[in-house]
């Protein structure tokens, strides 16, 4: 992240919740030189040298984590780059994200990721930890040279985009890891089964004609590496969980001992197949697809029951062109960081589907699995605050965005509730335009 | 109706009203001149980006019939080669102010977006895997000149379901107007969760004698390769339409062109109850019928009288 001034604010009467640390209250959040210095009764915070802002009915929450975004530097700026994509991030309340390695190149080495690090200190809004891949150039041949990558500071490995296919080269990592450390994270699927599949298989696909990606194709391969991890006492992280019979896979593997952590996207947690019938691949086309409405069903129990730690956004930034084509032709995945908040928020808290306090931690809850500080309100903590406005309705894409792609799969959407400013490293990394700060008297 | 992108989104009045304005270009065609001035001074583009020979000529020659200027444009050999993408074939195009874009394309959806970028009507005629609605009207057309009407008629759908965007199409034209569908086949081939579009499954012929029509579809020779079925010979064993299972009451019809000895045995080809050629013939009245409801009736877009264009106003920062 690029180097600044610690914010000094007073966040005047906000709704604080931050259920990790037992805060549930309205208080005056004040925040000294980048820290979270107290929290006051509301009104009794002596604002001074401290910037005033009016949060009487508005949440504070820590800021989001999100474990899985796709930078696309270096190579493919034309989607996406540093800047950009942490400006989104930060637009969405994040204080923290992942930037995968399936770059062109592929960020396989140490000089790629010291190249990465020095990069983001120049054009970051909030902090960017970055993986390298476990294979060189992502070839699921060979490995990366993973122990002098740790020590150039990734945070972990995964050959994100495509699944390792060799059971042989996946438990050679996992042996490694042993030596180096860093959590492993795997896009789970079967090349075999997915194929040239396009979408999920089931009654939508036979409709429409489509190639069709089997639940199966990412299941099987999930209870492979789990079972390769517990042989190996290996440690890994499951991306993108889209199937029902993944989150029982997962479920079964943890209650074998195995050291597994995972993740669900707002996409797969909100919306199915059926939104395919639209034949729009700006905004329903990802791998893996959106699948039935009994597998996100199951992937929000696994939320609450704690089989998924973490919400990723896999925020997977386009070109149009690249988009506006024919479904079966366009490029996989859309973009979230500035959305998965408030889609949350309007699609599983609003019905009363998913009570807002597990969507905070759960949010925040990426850290973790990386060996990374769960972001927090607790005084004493860094300043990392997502300051949100529930009830403010919005339409996504309006007034553009901060990514400079416009693949958002809520694009066109009502949304309630609003990032109005968000507090990154300490730093205040983004404020809603339109959101005016009030200064004491 | 503005577009015909898919069975799927036609009413039955829709496709009636289809069907009829064909049955009188039937009788159009029996003259010694067979064209009509309809669609005078019109332009029609043509636009196949697989190869086809029924579809492509059919359509060609219905607009052609129906007085249309007509604009053919095949994939090879054109700026389709060189790399253009899709959407920026359609912007060219559109140059020549098309009332009507016929488009084949290999993927999904392309007819619906082109629908979307371009003011001409857009007839779908064939996208991917998904639908070919012109085909299913032609089939349509065809039975119910023999049957009168598919109210409560059984009709199997056998082969290669996956594959084919005639099946989907035809599935729901066939429930439309009424008819009980069983689609049947090897059971890779067969795609997961059909069902629920409301049709019987099977995986074997031997209730085929229930079948008022048997619509067999083309298997392709490269479906071995990739392990959907063994062999041809195992499939023409198990669900190759020969004369000792067709029985004398069962109508037969195939979309074209016909792999002889795999899907269909050359005698029940030949026999009586096939009506391939009839399909055929249907093509040009149908795709006539599409061409006139969409651009003709309903006057929803008149042709335009001499001079009309003249009459729009100048845009500003042009010079009047």
């Known amino acids: 992240m690029r180097s600044g001034e610690g914010a000094n604010l007073v966040l005047r009467g906000a709704t604080v919740l931050d259920p990790a640390a037992g805060i549930d209250a309205v208080h005056d959040v004040v925040i000294r030189d980048g820290r979270i210095e107290e929290l006051k009764a509301p009104g009794a915070a002596v604002s001074d040298d401290l910037e005033e802002v009016q949060a009487e009915g508005l949440h504070a929450f820590p800021a989001f984590f999100d474990p899985h975004v796709h930078l696309r530097t270096p190579g493919q700026e034309h989607k996406e780059d540093l800047e950009t994509g942490t400006r989104a991030a930060a637009a969405g309340g994040y204080c923290g994200i992942l930037a995968m390695a399936n770059t062109e190149p592929p960020v396989s080495t140490e000089a790629d990721v010291e190249a990465l690090r020095e990069a983001a200190r120049q054009a970051a809004s909030v902090p960017v930890g970055f993986l390298a891949t476990v294979t060189r150039g992502m070839e699921g041949e060979e490995l990366t040279e993973m122990a002098a990558i740790r020590e150039a500071g990734a945070v972990g490995f995964s050959d994100d985009g495509l699944p390792i296919r060799s059971a042989r080269v996946l438990r050679r990592a996992l042996q490694y890891q042993r030596l180096c450390g860093g959590s492993i994270a795997l896009h789970e699927e079967d090349p075999e089964l997915s194929g040239d599949g396009v979408m999920h298989e089931g009654p939508v696909s036979a409709a429409l004609g489509l190639a069709g990606i089997p639940s199966v194709s990412e299941s099987t391969m999930i209870a492979r590496d789990a079972a390769l991890a517990g042989y190996e006492d290996g440690r890994i992280h499951v991306q993108h969980l889209s199937a029902a019979e993944s989150v029982e896979a997962v479920r079964a593997a943890k209650a074998a001992g195995v050291r597994i952590s995972c993740e669900a996207s707002p996409h797969h947690l909100c919306l199915t197949d059926e939104e395919v019938r639209s034949l729009d691949p700006r905004r329903f086309k990802m791998n893996p697809p959106l699948r039935s409405e009994a597998d996100r069903q199951a992937l929000i129990e696994g939320l609450r029951d704690g089989t998924i730690e973490c919400i990723a956004t896999d925020h997977a930034p386009h070109a149009l062109d690249e988009k506006e084509v024919p479904f079966e032709q366009a490029a996989m995945g859309v973009t979230g960081l500035e959305t998965a908040f408030a889609a949350l928020h309007t699609d599983l808290v609003l019905p009363g589907v998913l009570d807002l306090g597990l969507l905070i931690e759960r949010l925040a809850g990426g850290a973790a699995p990386f060996d990374l500080e769960r972001p927090t309100l607790a005084p004493g903590s860094e300043a990392n605050v997502a300051l949100c406005d529930l009830a403010a309705e919005w339409t996504v894409g309006e007034e553009g965005y901060e990514s400079r792609s416009q693949n958002s799969w809520c694009a066109g959407r009502k949304l309630t509730g609003r990032v109005l400013m968000t507090v990154a490293g300490g730093q205040v990394a983004y404020r809603l335009r339109s959101f005016s700060l009030g200064v004491a008297a | ?320």
């Open chain 2, 1 to 320: 109706m503005k577009h015909l992108l898919g069975i799927d989104q036609l009413s039955r009045e829709e496709i009636e009203a289809i069907l009829d304005r064909a049955e009188s270009f039937a009788e159009v065609g029996r003259r010694d001149i067979k064209k009509v001035p309809t669609l005078r001074g019109r332009t029609v583009v043509s636009v196949f980006y697989e190869s086809s020979t029924r579809t492509s000529s059919s359509f060609e020659l219905a607009a052609k019939r129906l007085s249309a200027d007509l604009v053919s444009l095949k994939a090879a050999g054109s700026s389709v080669d060189k790399g253009e993408s899709l959407k920026d074939t359609v912007a060219t195009l559109t140059a020549y102010d098309p009332a009507a874009i016929v488009l084949r394309h290999p993927y999904a959806g392309a007819a619906q977006l082109v629908a979307e970028w371009a003011e001409a009507s857009v007839i779908n005629a064939g996208d991917g895997k998904h639908e070919h609605p012109s085909q299913a009207l032609l089939d349509l057309f065809t039975l119910r000149r023999r049957l009168g009407s598919l109210q409560g008629k059984r009709i199997w759908i056998v082969g290669d379901v996956l594959h084919s965007r005639v099946a989907r199409s035809n599935l729901a034209a066939f429930q439309a107007m009424g008819a009980a569908v069983t689609v049947c086949g090897p059971p890779a081939l067969i795609p997961r969760g059909i069902e629920q579009l409301g049709c019987e499954v099977a995986h074997s012929l031997d209730r085929l004698g229930e079948a008022d029509v048997v619509y067999a579809l083309r298997l392709q020779r490269e479906r071995m390769a990739e392990s959907f079925v063994p062999s041809i010979r195992e499939y023409a064993a198990h669900f190759q339409i020969d004369s000792r299972r067709l029985g004398p009451r069962q109508l037969l019809m195939h979309p074209g062109p016909v792999n002889r000895g795999v899907e269909l045995s050359g005698e029940a080809i030949d026999s009586p109850q096939s009506l391939i050629a009839e399909q055929v013939a249907a093509g040009l009245v149908v795709r006539m019928a599409i061409l006139y409801e969409l651009l003709a009736a309903g006057g929803e877009r008149p042709a335009p009288a001499m001079g009309d264009a003249e009459q729009r106003p100048t845009p500003l920062g042009q010079p009047a």
